[in-house]
């Protein structure tokens, strides 16, 4: 097996546990009162990251050469990924849930920046097509990948909201 289809494969594989850990957690939450928000545009993601995945795999050739240093920062970057994983711990999902009256998790890379997952997927959506020349596929994804987080952030935000307050002591 390639270089190639050996990536490919993992991050496949790899998304497709976070997505069992993240239906988990947010059947958790929702049993404890949590509440979604923005269900509307998710199935929008699934399809964006699919479709992502299936060009990446149908448009790539198999034999392609890896750009070695873009591989290893494209590793680098699942390194961030665990952590904003475990950061979150139950916590974490692929929607917008949010459990009222918690605080907001303030660790890890949350300490850093106000939202490391997303900048997980920017980074990942540009350089995995990268690591094998595949420019065209890592501009056409970014781009949608922007225009779906600019609309999903807002939301996401709209939603925390009221968690911000408790978290710097503003509730009330």
């Known amino acids: 097996m390639t270089i190639f289809w050996t990536l490919l494969l993992a ?3 790899a998304r497709l546990a976070e997505l069992i850990y993240a ?9 404890e009162g949590a509440r979604e928000f923005g269900a509307g545009h998710y199935p929008l993601i ?5 479709a992502w995945l299936l060009s990446i795999a149908l448009f790539v ?11 290893a920062l494209f590793l680098l970057v699942q390194i961030l990924r665990i952590w904003v994983l475990t ?5 974490w999902t692929t929607r917008i849930i949010t459990l009222p009256g918690v605080p907001l998790v303030r660790r890890g890379p949350y300490r850093f920046v106000r939202h490391p ?7 990942e959506i540009a350089l995995l097509p990268l690591c094998f020349g595949a420019w065209e596929i890592a501009l056409i994804f970014s781009l949608l990948n922007a225009a779906m987080l600019f609309w999903r952030i807002r939301i996401e935000d709209q ?6 307050e408790i978290a710097h002591g503003n509730a009330g």
């Open 11 to 13: 991050v496949i594989l």
């Open 23 to 31: 239906r988990r957690n947010t059947q958790r939450l929702l049993a």
């Open 46 to 50: 699934v399809l964006l990251h699919a």
């Open 61 to 71: 050739p198999a034999e392609a050469s890896v750009v070695p240093a873009l591989l």
């Open 87 to 91: 950061s979150l711990g139950r916590y």
């Open 117 to 123: 997952n997303y900048l997980v997927v920017v980074l």
């Open 159 to 164: 939603a925390l909201a009221g968690r911000r």
